[in-house]
C-alpha cells in the first residue's frame, strides 16, 4: 500500500535537504550553477529521483553530473539525517528536460510570429476575392423580404390548423 501524501512529502523534503547541501557542504570546483528543480520518491520510500539543472554549456552540465555523482553518498547520508526515515532512500541524479522544453517551444512561437509577420504583409493592401460582407441584407438589391416573412408566416399558420373535432360551429362563426 503506498501513501502518496508521504512520499510527496518525502519528495519536498528530500529536494530541500540536497539543495541545502550542495550550497553549504558540497565544494566541489566542477559543481557549478546546479539548481535542484524537483525531487520524487517511489511509493515504497526506497528510490528518490532528483532532476537538476545547470546553467551553462555542455561541458559544465557534464562536469556538474560528475560533481553529484561523487557527492550521491555525502548527500544520502544527509537526507537519512535530516528526515529520519527507516530506510534512506537511494538518490538517482537526472538533468531537468524543461529548459529545453522551453527553448523548444520559445523557437516554435518564433517561428509563428514569422509567419504571421509575413501573412500579415503580404495581406497588406489587398481585397477580398469576393465582397467583404457575402451576406445578403434588407434593402440590398436581391433581397426578396417575401420569401423571408413568408417562411415565417407560415410555420405560424401550420399551428392554427383545424383539429377536425367534427364541430363545425366554431369554424362557420369565424368565417
Same mark, same amino acid.
Given at each position: 500500500m503506498?501513501?502518496?501524501?508521504?512520499?510527496?512529502?518525502?519528495?519536498?523534503?528530500?529536494?530541500?535537504?540536497?539543495?541545502?547541501?550542495l550550497?553549504?557542504?558540497?565544494?566541489?570546483?566542477?559543481l557549478?550553477f546546479?539548481?535542484?528543480?524537483?525531487?520524487?520518491?517511489?511509493?515504497? #520510500? +526506497?528510490e528518490?529521483?532528483?532532476f537538476y $539543472?545547470v546553467y551553462?554549456?555542455?561541458?559544465?552540465? %557534464?562536469?556538474?553530473?560528475? =560533481? !553529484?555523482?561523487?557527492?550521491?553518498?555525502? #548527500? +544520502?547520508?544527509?537526507?537519512?539525517?535530516? $528526515?529520519?526515515?527507516?530506510?534512506?532512500?537511494?538518490? %538517482?541524479?537526472v538533468?531537468? =528536460? !524543461?529548459?529545453?522544453?522551453?527553448?523548444t517551444?520559445?523557437?516554435?512561437?518564433?517561428k509563428?510570429r514569422?509567419k504571421d509577420?509575413e501573412?500579415?504583409?503580404?495581406?497588406?493592401?489587398?481585397?477580398?476575392?469576393?465582397?467583404?460582407?457575402?451576406?445578403?441584407?434588407?434593402g440590398?438589391?436581391?433581397?426578396?423580404e417575401?420569401?423571408?416573412?413568408?417562411?415565417a408566416?407560415?410555420a405560424?399558420?401550420?399551428?392554427?390548423?383545424?383539429?377536425?373535432d367534427?364541430?363545425d360551429?366554431?369554424g362557420?362563426?369565424?368565417?
Amino acid at each position: 500500500m503506498t501513501d502518496n501524501a508521504r512520499a510527496r512529502k518525502l519528495a519536498d523534503r528530500i529536494q530541500v535537504v540536497v539543495a541545502e547541501t550542495l550550497d553549504r557542504r558540497i565544494k566541489d570546483p566542477r559543481l557549478g550553477f546546479v539548481t535542484i528543480t524537483d525531487a520524487r520518491v517511489t511509493g515504497d #520510500l +526506497r528510490e528518490a529521483t532528483v532532476f537538476y $539543472t545547470v546553467y551553462g554549456d555542455d561541458e559544465e552540465r %557534464a562536469a556538474s553530473a560528475a =560533481a !553529484l555523482e561523487s557527492a550521491k553518498g555525502v #548527500l +544520502r547520508s544527509e537526507v537519512g539525517r535530516q $528526515t529520519g526515515v527507516r530506510f534512506t532512500p537511494t538518490l %538517482a541524479f537526472v538533468p531537468d =528536460a !524543461l529548459p529545453d522544453n522551453a527553448r523548444t517551444i520559445e523557437d516554435l512561437l518564433d517561428k509563428a510570429r514569422a509567419k504571421d509577420a509575413e501573412v500579415r504583409e503580404v495581406s497588406t493592401g489587398k481585397t477580398y476575392a469576393g465582397e467583404a460582407d457575402p451576406y445578403r441584407k434588407p434593402g440590398d438589391e436581391g433581397y426578396e423580404e417575401d420569401d423571408a416573412e413568408g417562411g415565417a408566416e407560415a410555420a405560424s399558420g401550420a399551428g392554427e390548423a383545424d383539429l377536425g373535432d367534427g364541430d363545425d360551429t366554431d369554424g362557420a362563426a369565424a368565417k
